[in-house]
């Protein structure tokens, strides 16, 4: 399988949403990574078909995505960032429902929902409505409507909103289980959800691509290193002022800072094994001062 896109492009009057983006997927986990209003939601939405481009194109396997049309959306799973659901239908009755408008034959989707509802964990609350989910079940249960087709495409868009810390882990787990001949792609702002199941993380800001590799590329080409500098808070202000700052943390009277500098930015600063959190200051950046109110700060999200 292989999705090309070329020099896509989306303009929602003067301003672009997306511009000029070119890459090529195959089967694996693809993540895309970027801060809020990157362009990512309007690129998968395009990958989705529910937005034309301005320009450029979207192939499958050779096939422009628009002419398939009915065929290239049979192949495809999509969870938006929000999806709709009618809060008075079990989970259960949701599901069957999807099935319908997906077009599966009742014997098919009937045993397609026991399984999903038994691989989502959601057997026993498969006679809840939808309304009295936790949020974490709710997302639970938008995978599984996402995949009842057993797309080979699988696009999802900030799937991990709202979710508690082990939901996220239960949620990684599930996609490296999908992953499974199959193409999927999800977008996030939250570098943990990418960093341990991608096989490929893709890089937005500002409606472009800037940077593509694996987790180890990502990290070994900046050009910036990573130092631990221990300082007074009256050092600390005039740190993050001259430099990136990953992480502040109290020590004692004094302060710990994670701080991103070509050169060695105090005498006794002492060099760190950069990580994926800290590429993304790098690549995305974000004003020190912002790191400075909080007093603490405990990693980027």
Known sequence: MELEIKHLKKR??????????SCTMHQGVYGLLGVNGAGKTTLMRMLCTLVHPTAGEITYNGRDIFEMDAQYRNLLGYLPQEFGFYPDFTVEEYLSYISAIKGLRPAVAGKRTRELLRQMGLSEVRKKKMKKLSGGMKRRVGIAQAILNDPEILILDEPTVGLDPNERIRFRNL??????????????????????????????????????????????????RVW????????ASECMRRYKVANVKPAQEQLMLRVLSAEKPMADAVELEPTLEDAFLYYFGSPAQEFAKGGEHHGLL
């Open 175 to 224: 996609i490296s289980e999908l992953a499974h001949e199959r193409l999927v792609l999800l977008s996030t702002h939250i570098v943990s959800d990418v960093e341990y199941i991608a096989d490929q993380i893709l890089l937005m800001k500002d409606g472009r691509l800037m940077h593509s590799g694996t987790s180890e590329e990502i990290v070994a080409a900046m050009e910036e």
């Open 12 to 21: 929602f009057g003067a301003a672009a949403a997306v511009d000029d983006v």
């Open 228 to 235: 631990n500098c221990v300082v007074s808070h009256k050092e």
